[in-house]
C-alpha cells in the first residue's frame, strides 16, 4: 500500500474530513490528501504568531527578555495557565512565546499577537513570505467569542466559561468556518512556512529558538501518538470543537526530516454533553492521527 493510500485509508476508517499535507526536507518529496483544502487552524495559528516574533526578533525589533506585565484585560478563555495568575506578573517575551507553543496558552497567545502589531502584521508578513493561503484575523479572544451567542458572547470571562458548563457552543460559529473571514490555513501552506522556518529564513540563533520551544511541545498524543520512543517532534496542535489539528517537523533521523501538517474536522454535535461517547469519538480521531504519523514515518526511516 502507497503512502497515500494509507494516509487515505486513516481518514476514510475514521470517518473525518482531512487535509494532510508531506514534505521530506532533504529529498523534497511532497505528497498530499486535499492539501489545498482550507481547515480552521485553531492553535495552530500560534505557529504563524512565532514566525512573525521571529522575524521581529532577527530584525531588532523586539527581544526575548523584554518583559511583558499581565492585566485583567489580557485574560482569555480556553487553554493555559496564565488567566490564572494575579495581574502584575511580568513574564518575558520568551516566556510567552514557550507558553503560547508548548501548552497553547491563550493568554499568553493574545499578548504576543498584540505585542508584534496586531492581526493585520501577523496576516502581512504571511503575504511577504508568499503565503496567500493562511489568513489570520483574530487572536483567541475575539475568536472563541464567536463561538456563542451574540447574548452571552460579552459575559466577562468566568461567566462566560460557567455558560458553557450548561450549554452547547454555537457549531456555524465563525470559528469554524473555512473562509478567509476566519484564521484559516491550507495544510501545503503550513507545511511551506514550516519549511522556510525551518531553513534560512531567520539567523541561525532566531532559528534555534524557535525550534527549541517547537521540541518542547507537551501535546505530542496526536502525530506523535504511536511514533517510536525518543523521536523528536517540533509541533503545534490545534482544537476548538470537533477539529483536531497537527502541525509539526518529524526528525527521523540526524539529516532526515519530514513536515507533516494535518487538520481534521468531524461532526461534534451528537457527542455533546455525553463525555464516554465524546471521549471514544476523540480516541477515534487522535488514533487515526496517529497511523498518518507513523505512515509518514515508516516511509521515510529508510532514508536514515
Known amino acids: 500500500m502507497s503512502l497515500r493510500e494509507r494516509l487515505q485509508a486513516s481518514i476514510t476508517e475514521a470517518e473525518i474530513e482531512a487535509g494532510v499535507a508531506v514534505w521530506h526536507i532533504e529529498s523534497g518529496r511532497r505528497l498530499d490528501v486535499s492539501g489545498d483544502v482550507p481547515f480552521p487552524m485553531a492553535s495552530t495559528f500560534k505557529i504563524p504568531i512565532l514566525a512573525t516574533a521571529c522575524r521581529q526578533l532577527a530584525d531588532g525589533a523586539i527581544s526575548l527578555e523584554a518583559r511583558v506585565q499581565l492585566a485583567d484585560d489580557d485574560k482569555s478563555m480556553g487553554s493555559g495557565i496564565l488567566p490564572y495568575f ?180 468531524w461532526d461534534e454535535a451528537p457527542y455533546w454533553n455525553k463525555p464516554a461517547a465524546h471521549h471514544q469519538r476523540v480516541f477515534e480521531v487522535e488514533t487515526a492521527m496517529g497511523k498518518i504519523g507513523r505512515a509518514v514515518y515508516d516511509e521515510f526511516a529508510d532514508a536514515s
Open 86 to 265: 494575579e495581574s502584575g506578573l511580568a513574564p518575558t517575551v520568551r516566556d510567552l512565546l514557550t507558553l503560547m507553543i508548548i501548552i497553547s496558552d491563550n493568554t499568553a497567545t493574545d499578548i504576543m499577537v498584540d505585542y508584534l502589531g496586531g492581526a493585520a502584521v501577523i496576516e502581512g508578513y504571511m503575504r511577504e513570505l508568499g503565503l496567500t493561503d493562511i489568513f489570520f484575523k483574530w487572536n483567541c479572544k475575539e475568536l472563541l467569542r464567536f463561538a456563542f451567542p451574540p447574548e452571552v458572547a460579552d459575559l466577562p470571562l468566568e461567566e462566560l466559561v460557567q455558560w458553557t458548563t450548561k450549554n452547547d457552543i454555537l457549531r456555524d460559529g465563525l470559528v469554524f468556518s473555512k473562509g478567509a473571514e476566519n484564521n484559516v490555513s491550507t495544510a501545503k501552506a503550513m507545511n511551506e512556512l514550516l519549511n522556510m522556518m525551518y531553513g534560512d529564513l531567520f539567523p541561525r540563533d532566531v532559528r534555534a529558538v524557535a525550534f527549541e520551544i517547537l521540541r518542547k511541545q507537551q501535546y505530542t498524543h496526536r502525530i506523535g501518538r504511536f511514533l517510536p520512543r525518543g523521536v523528536k517532534i517540533a509541533s503545534k496542535t490545534g482544537t476548538i470543537g470537533g477539529i483536531r489539528n497537527d502541525c509539526g517537523i518529524i526528525s527521523v533521523g540526524d539529516e532526515n526530516h519530514v513536515i507533516l501538517s494535518l487538520f481534521t474536522e
